[in-house]
T-cell receptor, first 115, second 114 residues
Framework: GDSVTQMEGPVTLSEEAFLTINCTYTATGYPSLFWYVQYPGEGLQLLLK?????DKGSNKGFEATYRKETTSFHLEKGSVQVSDSAVYFCALSDPTNFGNEKLTFGTGTRLTIIP | NAGVTQTPKFQVLKTGQSMTLQCAQD?????MSWYRQDPGMGLRLIHYSVGAGITDQGEVPNGYNVSRSTTEDFPLRLLSAAPSQTSVYFC?????????????FGPGTRLTVL
């Protein structure tokens, strides 16, 4: 079945540091890939997505590239801010699951940015 | 436009009690779903609905019931609560069930079963 393996946390970085959160996946079809972010006390919200190989999703300074050859979708940001502190989830949606294109989530990575 | 709303925010139950977690969306979305979030396990799908009158099971449906009588509402019922159901529950919706669509999440309900 489908699965998402995500970099274990927690991750603590200083402000303005470079961020990478690794994500790899297994899927039977050609999935869509997502990064969701959960700020403290809130629900998840979509950060970025990519729907086919070599697509790059980007938002709020974050980027991730859909790498089919390595089945990866690593999240990067060049200079993190305190406001980026949150839990980040990598997820996929497999279009071969017709009628239930559910999200399969990784376990989440808690990111803390210190001033 | 309130998006996806969930009530209550917090709930404590005793083993064997029943309750309903409410979920509503005002975006006219066809697809709605319930997830539970447990430490170290990400989010797991409980039940989903592709439209009013249609529901189906996800990965972890045991102990939960759902119904979808309107497009807007998708309540989750715990018939006889167990400590294993202690979790944070999220309702989500998207415009349709397609794989490219963003899912919008509610703020969650934190449930503790004693």
């Amino acid at each position: 079945g489908d699965s998402v393996t995500q970099m274990e946390g927690p991750v603590t970085l200083s402000e303005e540091a470079f961020l990478t959160i690794n994500c790899t996946y297994t899927a039977t079809g050609y999935p869509s890939l997502f990064w969701y972010v959960q700020y403290p006390g809130e629900g998840l919200q979509l950060l970025l997505k990519a729907t086919k190989a070599d697509d790059k999703g980007s938002n709020k300074g974050f980027e991730a590239t859909y790498r089919k050859e390595t089945t990866s979708f690593h999240l990067e940001k060049g200079s993190v801010q305190v406001s980026d502190s949150a839990v980040y989830f990598c997820a996929l949606s497999d279009p071969t699951n017709f009628g239930n294109e559910k999200l399969t989530f990784g376990t989440g990575t808690r990111l803390t940015i210190i001033p | 436009n309130a998006g996806v709303t969930q009530t209550p925010k917090f709930q404590v139950l005793k083993t064997g009690q029943s309750m309903t977690l409410q979920c509503a969306q005002d975006m006219n979305h066809e697809y709605m779903s319930w997830y539970r979030q447990d430490p170290g396990m990400g989010l797991r799908l409980i039940h989903y609905s592709v439209g009013a009158g249609i529901t189906d099971q996800g990965e972890v449906p045991n102990g939960y019931n759902v119904s979808r009588s309107t497009t807007e509402d998708f309540p989750l019922r715990l018939l006889s609560a167990a400590p294993s159901q202690t979790s944070v529950y999220f309702c989500a919706s998207s415009i349709t069930s397609g794989p490219y669509n963003e899912q919008f999440f509610g703020p969650g309900t934190r449930l503790t079963v004693l």
